[in-house]
């Protein structure tokens, strides 16, 4: 166990609608990553928190955002899904802002979209 | 862009065999190398990663090496058991803005007994 949680589980809802996962970093962690695996494209990074505030980008759909709250736990809002959308979803936390401190992944939310 | 070639793709060995998976990267400023087991239905674990400042590093039956100067990273398991099966991912730290770790695309691991 990582002690990274991610809610839900699994996720089955149809094209065009909206869904938002959920993911509570580590006690003490101040970074949370959110990672997209699919089979044809592998882990990819979307979008990095600190502290509350957006610290970095990787291919992230503008149809998809993300927050991270005061409790520091964080949310991935993904709009207007199409079935490519379907996929793994993970969340990761680190204690630091750098990608060169240790991430520890959640268990992951699995999207289906029909 | 930046990207983290791994090899082989799949991997078969017997069990007590040792296996080594290789990852080569882009980007030469990279200082961080994690590797990452994951099973069926979970999420990746860390299981070793090296720093830019070490060449290699061990962990009881796993080993990681690092040749900067070639821009690879390797991943050694000395005898493997039929619990080492999964699938394994490097990873890269890029360090510009925008871009965290930057992954490879696995290597599935089968241990028979």
């Known amino acids: 166990d990582s002690g990274v949680t991610q809610t839900p589980k699994h996720l089955i809802t149809a094209t065009g609608q909206r869904v938002t996962l959920r993911c509570s970093p580590r006690s003490g962690d101040l970074s949370v990553y959110w990672y997209q695996q699919s089979l044809d494209q592998g882990l990819q990074f979307l979008i990095q928190y600190y502290n509350g505030e957006e610290r970095a980008k990787g291919n992230i759909l503008e149809r998809f955002s993300a927050q991270q709250f005061p409790d520091l736990h964080s949310e991935l809002n993904l709009s207007s899904l199409e079935l490519g959308d379907s996929a793994l979803y993970f969340c990761?936390?680190?204690?630091?802002?750098?990608?060169?401190?240790?991430?520890?992944f959640g268990p992951g939310t699995r999207l289906t979209v029909t | 862009g930046e990207n983290v070639e791994q090899h082989p793709s799949t991997l078969s060995v017997q069990e007590g065999d040792s296996a080594v998976i290789k990852c080569t990267y882009s980007d030469s400023a990279s200082n961080y190398f994690p590797w990452y087991k994951q099973e069926l239905g979970k999420g990746p674990q860390l299981i070793i990663d090296?720093?830019?400042?070490?060449g290699e590093k061990k962990d009881q039956r796993i080993a990681v090496t690092l040749n900067k100067t070639a821009k690879h990273f390797s991943l050694h398991i000395t005898e493997t058991q039929p619990e080492d099966s999964a699938v394994y991912f490097c990873?890269?730290?890029?360090?510009?803005?925008?871009?965290?770790?930057?992954f490879g695309k696995g290597t599935t691991l089968s241990v028979s007994s």
């Open positions: 990873a890269a730290s890029f360090n510009q803005a925008g871009t965290a770790l930057i």
């Open positions: 990761a936390s680190s204690v630091g802002v750098q990608p060169i401190y240790e991430q520890y």
């Open positions: 090296i720093r830019s400042n070490v």
